[in-house]
């Protein structure tokens, strides 16, 4: 099994706002040292997606202003001690709620025990451009962006 150190992903359990929220987020959140570092000196990125966004086709659509996302490479990962959790608000009655990633030590109530605790999805290798593009799919990344839905973090992600 490889094992890729630090991978980004934009799914996580923090809400900035809502009846899910754990904590309350500042307006502007600063992005982790890891994606300021690549973005800078155009190093890939590693995102793990989950729902929707574990569809190739889906997530190279997922542009804004119909721009195409162009992935580098894609491949079936799960990520330890997180869990698949659909915690935040979506647009009833089409999404009535969006996936997110969510420590499995989070004080939330669950429906089910996982017997392993881990979360499945996508590892998807992107340049920083497109990186930033599904970022700002998902409403991330924004400097002046003060209704940030979901924040970046840094996990560890195995291919398999």
Known sequence: MKVFGKIITHLLFVLKTG????????????????????????????????????????????????????????????????????????????EPGMGSLESIEANSTRLTTYKNAECHGALVKLSPENYEKVMRSEGVGNETNTDQGYEEIIVHAYPY
């Open 19 to 94: 009846a899910y929220a754990k904590k309350q987020l500042s307006p502007i959140l600063e992005r982790p040292q890891l994606v300021q570092n690549a973005l800078k000196s155009n190093q890939p990125i590693h995102y793990f997606g989950l729902g929707s966004n574990m569809s190739r086709k889906k997530l190279e659509n997922r542009g804004l202003n119909g721009t195409k996302i162009e992935i580098l490479k894609m491949e079936a990962a799960i990520v330890p001690n997180y869990r698949l959790a659909f915690n935040l608000r979506g647009f009833p009655p089409m």
